[in-house]
């Protein structure tokens, strides 16, 4: 990788005005890449020659801003170094030679260096050289969204990402230069052409001839987000995943809040103090009497129906079934029920976040999601403590369905009504999970079930009701039976993938231009 950004740096071109791969207004600009390390080189080498920006303001975009630069000096030279300084320099900015409390800035290729590592617990804004590429590019000091704007997890390559081989399918430069600069960071071997010795092919849109190719190949088609998730975890996500399956997005390279949230935390805006207000006190005399005390509320206790769902699967089916035993005995000594069905549930016991018809469901409706520990520290008191410490919290299953569970209550809670209030959907035959689980999931997220394909009567009328933000009908169907849908697809219906509804009550938010089957 540093040999790349080296080779980078000594042939880098001129690049035009205006062509920024700032990922914060992708319709103003067309997105542009550089190999990662020669960015603030190449888009400025007219400044560099002596040939000054017209625009006073431009040059001076990065006042205020204190850089230093590491990581770089192992692999640039340090003419290219010098040429970075006084590029900064020119637009307003300063550059340190080593990291003090006056830095506002770090250039840095990864985060395993000490300096970036201080730099993010002291809250300086950590960067790498493609964000201040294009900053200078663009005029504009801006938050940074793509995956190249950060500083990597790793010092080389992704583990694994060595023995892949990547092409690309359905970019247009200067985007592609992007994605390419991408696969080339992770440490993957990148290909113009496609042939059957690509590990995966990373499209735009799933068309064209190494789309097709691919497909007829067994080779795995992936989206942007599937690359800029790789980057950002670490690690090689499994294709499989129907994220990666959702082509056309236009934020698909930028990275995902959860792996950024610490590179970002120095980027939030700080609260204002709050303004103080003068209040005019009156004074009270001594025989006033004390102020009478409303009574306190009477908070209604309301008796735990518990369910319990995904214990811990190393257990084996017959130790699970001895501590499912243990835990019924538990809840029902302390005054409270054990349910089965999840409408009836208000406490929903799990081990971990699960994509499961009985999970999902209680998203929707569970008062709480919590872990096991609540009923054994309840027992321990002798009664039912406070749900709040034991609300479940599941990182890594978490990050990999990309949600936050307690996000997702707190987006119930404040709802006047359930999220699939007044939708109908009809699921065909073949629909995985199959329609009894959707039946459940819709129902308790407030939705409605067709049973049969409505009269194209009623798909008029449905249609006329709905806008273009909530429709009142969708559809969710199996490529298999598309055929069916024929009635829908004459009278613009929304023919949707599962995920439709699935990724909704995960998140309690629904996004109707997402997961089309059918658009």
Same mark, same amino acid.
């Given at each position: 990788?540093?040999?790349? !950004?080296?080779a980078?740096a000594a042939t880098?071109?001129?690049?035009s005005?205006?062509?920024s791969s700032?990922g914060?207004s992708?319709?103003?600009?067309?997105?542009r890449?550089?190999r990662?390390a020669?960015?603030?080189?190449?888009?400025h080498s007219?400044t560099a020659?002596g040939a000054q920006p017209?625009?006073?303001k431009r040059?001076q975009?990065?006042s205020g801003t204190?850089?230093? +630069?590491?990581?770089y000096?192992?692999?640039?030279?340090?003419?290219t170094?010098?040429h970075?300084?006084q590029?900064?320099?020119?637009n307003?900015?300063?550059v340190?030679?080593?990291?003090?409390?006056l830095?506002t800035?770090?250039l840095?290729m990864?985060?395993?260096g000490?300096?970036?590592?201080?730099?993010?617990?002291d809250g300086k804004?950590v960067?790498?050289a493609?964000?201040l590429?294009?900053?200078?590019d663009?005029g504009?000091?801006?938050?940074?969204?793509?995956?190249?704007?950060?500083?990597t997890?790793?010092?080389d390559?992704v583990?694994g990402c060595s023995k892949?081989t990547?092409t690309?399918s359905?970019?247009?430069?200067p985007q592609?230069?992007?994605?390419r600069?991408?696969?080339?960071l992770?440490?993957?071997t990148?290909?113009?052409?496609?042939?059957?010795?690509n590990s995966h092919?990373?499209?735009?849109k799933?068309?064209?001839a190494?789309?097709?190719r691919a497909?007829a190949?067994?080779?795995?088609?992936v989206?942007?987000?599937?690359?800029a998730?790789?980057i950002?975890?670490?690690?090689v996500?499994?294709?499989?995943?129907?994220?990666y399956?959702? +082509?056309g997005r236009?934020d698909?390279?930028?990275a995902?809040?959860?792996?950024s949230?610490?590179?970002l935390? !120095?980027?939030?805006?700080?609260p204002k103090?709050k303004?103080?207000?003068v209040?005019m006190?009156?004074t009270k005399s001594?025989?006033?009497p004390?102020?009478?005390?409303?009574?306190a509320k009477?908070v209604k206790?309301?008796?735990?129906?518990?369910? +319990?769902t995904?214990?811990p699967?190393a257990?084996?089916?017959?130790l699970k079934?001895?501590l499912?035993?243990?835990?019924?005995?538990d809840?029902?000594?302390?005054?409270? =029920?054990?349910?089965?069905e999840?409408?009836?549930?208000t406490?929903?016991?799990?081990?971990r976040?699960?994509?499961?018809i009985k999970f999902?469901?209680a998203?929707?409706?569970?008062?709480f999601?919590?872990?096991?520990?609540w009923?054994?520290d309840s027992?321990a008191?002798?009664?039912?403590?406070?749900?709040s410490k034991?609300?479940l919290?599941?990182e890594e299953g978490?990050?990999?369905?990309?949600f936050?569970l307690s996000?997702?209550l707190h987006?119930?809670?404040i709802?006047?009504r359930?999220?699939?209030?007044?939708?109908?959907v009809y699921?065909t035959p073949?629909?995985?999970p199959?329609?009894a689980g959707?039946?459940?999931?819709?129902e308790c997220?407030g939705?409605?079930?067709l049973g049969?394909?409505?009269?194209?009567?009623?798909i008029i009328v449905?249609?006329s009701?709905?806008h273009q =933000?909530?429709?009142?009908?969708?559809v969710?169907a199996?490529?298999?039976?598309l055929?069916m849908?024929k009635? +829908?697809?004459?009278h613009?219906i929304?023919i949707?993938?599962?995920e439709l509804v699935?990724e909704?009550?995960?998140?309690?938010?629904?996004?109707f231009?997402?997961?089309?089957?059918?658009?």
């Amino acid at each position: 990788a540093a040999a790349a !950004s080296a080779a980078s740096a000594a042939t880098a071109a001129t690049v035009s005005k205006g062509e920024s791969s700032h990922g914060a207004s992708p319709t103003a600009q067309p997105i542009r890449g550089d190999r990662v390390a020669a960015g603030v080189a190449a888009s400025h080498s007219a400044t560099a020659s002596g040939a000054q920006p017209s625009d006073d303001k431009r040059d001076q975009v990065l006042s205020g801003t204190v850089f230093v +630069f590491t990581d770089y000096q192992h692999s640039m030279d340090p003419t290219t170094l010098s040429h970075w300084k006084q590029i900064v320099e020119q637009n307003g900015g300063k550059v340190q030679l080593h990291y003090s409390a006056l830095c506002t800035h770090v250039l840095a290729m990864n985060q395993l260096g000490e300096t970036c590592k201080q730099a993010l617990q002291d809250g300086k804004k950590v960067v790498a050289a493609h964000w201040l590429n294009d900053v200078l590019d663009c005029g504009k000091v801006f938050v940074p969204s793509l995956v190249l704007h950060f500083p990597t997890a790793f010092r080389d390559s992704v583990p694994g990402c060595s023995k892949l081989t990547m092409t690309l399918s359905g970019y247009c430069p200067p985007q592609r230069l992007v994605v390419r600069d991408m696969v080339q960071l992770s440490g993957a071997t990148y290909t113009n052409t496609l042939c059957r010795q690509n590990s995966h092919v990373i499209c735009k849109k799933p068309e064209g001839a190494k789309y097709d190719r691919a497909i007829a190949w067994g080779i795995p088609v992936v989206n942007g987000r599937w690359l800029a998730d790789l980057i950002m975890c670490n690690e090689v996500p499994d294709v499989s995943l129907s994220r990666y399956a959702v +082509f056309g997005r236009e934020d698909e390279l930028n990275a995902q809040s959860h792996y950024s949230k610490a590179l970002l935390a !120095s980027w939030a805006p700080k609260p204002k103090p709050k303004e103080l207000k003068v209040m005019m006190v009156r004074t009270k005399s001594l025989s006033s009497p004390p102020p009478v005390e409303p009574p306190a509320k009477r908070v209604k206790i309301v008796t735990p129906r518990v369910m +319990f769902t995904t214990l811990p699967v190393a257990l084996g089916k017959q130790l699970k079934q001895v501590l499912i035993c243990t835990l019924v005995v538990d809840v029902r000594k302390l005054g409270g =029920e054990v349910v089965t069905e999840v409408t009836a549930c208000t406490h929903l016991v799990a081990q971990r976040v699960a994509r499961t018809i009985k999970f999902m469901s209680a998203v929707s409706v569970a008062r709480f999601i919590l872990n096991a520990q609540w009923i054994q520290d309840s027992v321990a008191a002798g009664k039912f403590v406070d749900e709040s410490k034991y609300m479940l919290h599941d990182e890594e299953g978490e990050n990999h369905m990309d949600f936050s569970l307690s996000a997702s209550l707190h987006r119930r809670s404040i709802r006047s009504r359930p999220l699939l209030h007044g939708l109908t959907v009809y699921c065909t035959p073949s629909v995985e999970p199959p329609v009894a689980g959707m039946r459940t999931v819709v129902e308790c997220a407030g939705g409605t079930i067709l049973g049969d394909i409505p009269s194209e009567e009623t798909i008029i009328v449905m249609k006329s009701q709905s806008h273009q =933000e909530q429709p009142q009908l969708v559809v969710v169907a199996a490529v298999q039976d598309l055929k069916m849908c024929k009635p +829908f697809i004459q009278h613009n219906i929304g023919i949707y993938t599962p995920e439709l509804v699935l990724e909704a009550v995960l998140t309690q938010e629904i996004d109707f231009s997402r997961n089309y089957l059918v658009q």
